[in-house]
Nanobody
Framework: VQLVESGGGLVQPGGSLRLSCAAS????????MRWYRQAPGKERELVAT????????IYADSVKGRFTISRDNAKNTVYLQMNSLKPEDTAVYYC??????WGQGTQVTVSS
């Protein structure tokens, strides 16, 4: 099992980014996939979830209405579309599949 995130970067407040999590060794549609983030000095926070076959999405209150989790079955990739970004969204973002599979993380910095 391998998860590889990409798409992070520096963006101004109000901007957008799309993160990607390319999976290998399993099929993303068969598992619950999650995006977490961790800001400096803070605990890791669950941001968004997409369930297996049903594809139900769940969001933290802090990102609801601004972030969208989705997946591309053909590419076996999970995405996190982030709009209306705020400075408090600055963090390292991680893709996760339980029991304990994590990507290396991708840095998102929201600053003017």
């Amino acid at each position: 099992v391998q998860l590889v995130e990409s798409g992070g970067g520096l963006v101004q407040p109000g901007g957008s980014l799309r993160l990607s999590c390319a999976a290998s060794g399993f099929t993303v549609t068969s598992y619950v996939m999650r995006w977490y983030r961790q800001a400096p000095g803070k605990e890791r926070e669950l941001v968004a979830t997409i369930t297996g076959p049903g594809g139900i999405t769940i969001y933290a209150d802090s990102v609801k209405g601004r972030f969208t989790i989705s997946r591309d079955n053909a590419k076996n990739t999970v995405y996190l579309q982030m709009n209306s970004l705020k400075p408090e969204d600055t963090a390292v973002y991680y893709c996760n599949r339980r029991p304990d599979y994590w990507g290396q993380g991708t840095q998102v910095t929201v600053s003017s």
